[in-house]
Antibody, heavy 119, light 106 residues
Framework: QITLKESGPTLVKPTQTLTLTCTFS??????????VVWLRQPPGKALEWLAL???????RYSPSLRGRVTITRATSGNRVVLTMTDMDPADTATYFC???????????WGQGAPVTVSS | EIVMTQSPAALSVSQGDRVTLSCRAS???????LAWYQQKPGQAPRLLIH???VRATEIPARFTGSGSGTDFTLTISSLQSEDFATYYC????????FGQGTRVEV
């Protein structure tokens, strides 16, 4: 059974750095073709892809957020970490992690983690 | 960046209706790089279709994807009560971008 779960703060202040962790099970991120992605969805708005970590630790980032976002594999356990710097109220959203399958679509998703940016 | 435009933004339908949702890309998207997702309020999205027309695991046959080039379609042959949701198309030709969604409502 494949599961993913997001964890992290629900409230951050403007200019702070957000760190979210995706803990997954049921698959290995060392399997060629697989990856873990982060996405977000502001309230009432569409999905936005943020970053992808491939099985070989190569990473891709959304051009609109390049420079603010970093995706890495945690040193222990099946975890992928997203850091986003200089948070702004416009970054308020539910943040999802998901598995990228070998077809480049996202076939398993976490439940989502709401993050509010407010002073 | 490839921009995905979905139409209509919202669709009022009844159970049993045949529903057609459209998705247009700003550049050509290979057939293998187009997916559709379903999202219900308060839930994570669910993968319905990948590679334009391949249903994901356990997705009912009433969901059909088609299209090529820049124009793609998701068809629900006979809408069931559990199909009221928002549907998103996504391209993976150049990184990943989503459309703005089509809300299927009563």
């Amino acid at each position: 059974q494949i599961t993913l779960k997001e964890s992290g703060p629900t409230l951050v202040k403007p200019t702070q750095t957000l760190t979210l962790t995706c803990t997954f099970s049921g698959f290995s991120l060392s399997t060629p073709g697989l990856g873990v992605v982060w996405l977000r969805q502001p309230p009432g708005k569409a999905l936005e892809w943020l970053a992808l970590l491939y099985w070989d630790d190569d990473a891709r980032y959304s051009p609109s957020l390049r420079g603010r976002v970093t995706i890495t594999r945690a040193t222990s356990g099946n975890r992928v970490v997203l850091t986003m710097t200089d948070m702004d109220p416009a970054d308020t959203a539910t943040y999802f992690c998901a598995r990228k399958n070998r077809f480049r679509s996202f076939d398993y998703w976490g439940q989502g983690a709401p993050v509010t940016v407010s002073s | 960046e490839i921009v995905m435009t979905q139409s209509p933004a919202a669709l009022s339908v009844s159970q049993g209706d045949r529903v057609t949702l459209s998705c247009r890309a700003s550049q050509r998207v290979s057939p293998s790089e187009l997916a559709w997702y379903q999202q219900k309020p308060g839930q994570a999205p669910r993968l319905l279709i990948h590679a334009t027309s391949v249903r994901a695991t356990e997705i009912p046959a009433r969901f059909t994807g088609s299209g090529s080039g820049t124009d793609f379609t998701l068809t629900i042959s006979s809408l069931q009560s559990e199909d009221f949701a928002t549907y998103y198309c996504q391209q993976s030709e150049d990184l990943w971008t989503f459309g703005q969604g089509t809300r299927v409502e009563v």
